[in-house]
């Protein structure tokens, strides 16, 4: 993760929705990345584990995978 926050700028647009519970969240968001000249913008879903009120684990699901690979080819 580091090395792609080194490579890409990465903008967040807004929080679209959000869901909580005792054990986790899911959250929408639209995010802007910037890499030289070129931009995308995707939505993105955040899904947090948490257990004993600690972040375990973050999976990330994109919503148009496309777009992601074309960005990072």
Do not use: I, K, P
């Not at 910037?34 to 600690?54: A, F, I, K, M, P």
Request: with cysteine; proline share 0%.
């Amino acid at each position: 993760l580091a090395n792609v926050s080194a490579v890409a700028q990465r903008e967040l647009l807004s929080v679209d929705d959000l869901m909580v519970s005792d054990d986790g969240a899911l959250v929408v968001v639209s995010e802007r990345l910037t890499r030289d000249d070129e931009q995308v913008t995707l939505t993105r879903s955040l899904r947090y584990r948490v257990e004993h009120g600690r972040l375990l684990e973050c999976w990330l699901y994109e919503h148009d995978q496309a777009a992601v690979d074309h960005f990072w080819r």
